[in-house]
């Protein structure tokens, strides 16, 4: 079974400086999609970025990049120019790709890392 | 366009009672998905159904809970007898069907507390 693993329960940013989150998963399976979900304080989740397994190309979205490394099974993300918008819940997740069996349309999540932005 | 919508926001309950949490998809996309978080673990998946039809349910703890999904749209998920253990926040994605990079959108979730 696919397992995903955050080790950091919580992190801290200056307001405009670099804030990076680890994420590694274990799996045996040879394509997946990898994502980052962000939740703010009493709202809603929201998908940041996500990572096809097939594409060496690391996702960006703006100011969130992610550092994908699959021989090592590690997706973190990289939060550029940190703003006080950016404080939440941030969850990395995998989900299967066809042909795998198993639930393919779920998401196996990790336990989180709660990000702080001080001014 | 509306985004996932789930009722209620909270709900407090008894051990033993029973409790029916409901959730309304994005129009027009046929996957639902059911999470659970129970404070201080992972979201786990509970079930997903596509239109109306169930088609992973390997997520549910046990029989005490039961969801529908009639017609293709909103669905619900009832905890009948709830007991302690239940308590936790209930998320409800959906998606399209299509591409398996298909992005799930989330709702705000329903937090349950059972005393």
């Known amino acids: 079974a696919q397992t995903v693993t955050q080790s950091q329960p919580e992190m801290s940013v200056q307001e405009a400086e670099t804030v990076t989150l680890s994420c590694t998963y274990d799996t045996s399976e040879s394509d997946y999609y990898l994502f980052w979900y962000k939740q703010p304080p009493s709202r809603q989740m929201i998908l940041v970025i996500r990572?096809?397994?097939?594409?060496?190309q690391n996702a960006t979205e703006n100011r969130f990049s992610v550092n994908f490394q699959k021989a090592a099974k590690s997706f973190s993300l990289k939060i550029s120019d940190s703003q006080l918008g950016d404080a939440a819940m941030y969850f990395c997740a995998y989900r299967s790709a066809p042909p795998y069996g198993g639930s393919q349309g779920n998401l196996i999540f990790g336990k989180g890392t709660k990000l702080s932005v001080k001014p | 366009e509306a985004g996932v919508t789930q009722f209620p926001s909270h709900s407090v309950i008894e051990k033993g009672q029973t409790v029916t949490l409901r959730c309304d998809p994005i129009?027009?996309?046929?996957?639902l998905y059911w999470y659970r978080r129970v404070m201080g673990k992972e979201i786990k998946f509970l079930l997903h159904?596509?239109?109306?039809?169930?088609?992973?349910e390997s997520g549910m703890p046990n029989n005490r809970f039961l969801a529908e999904r009639t017609g293709g749209t909103y669905s619900t998920l009832k905890v009948q007898p709830a007991e302690l253990e239940d308590s936790g926040v209930y998320f409800c994605a959906s998606s399209q069907l299509g591409p398996s990079t298909d992005t799930q959108y989330f709702g705000p979730g329903t937090r349950l507390t059972v005393l």
């Open positions: 129009s027009g996309h046929d996957n």
């Open positions: 990572q096809e397994a097939y594409k060496q």
């Open positions: 159904f596509v239109k109306e039809s169930k088609q992973d």
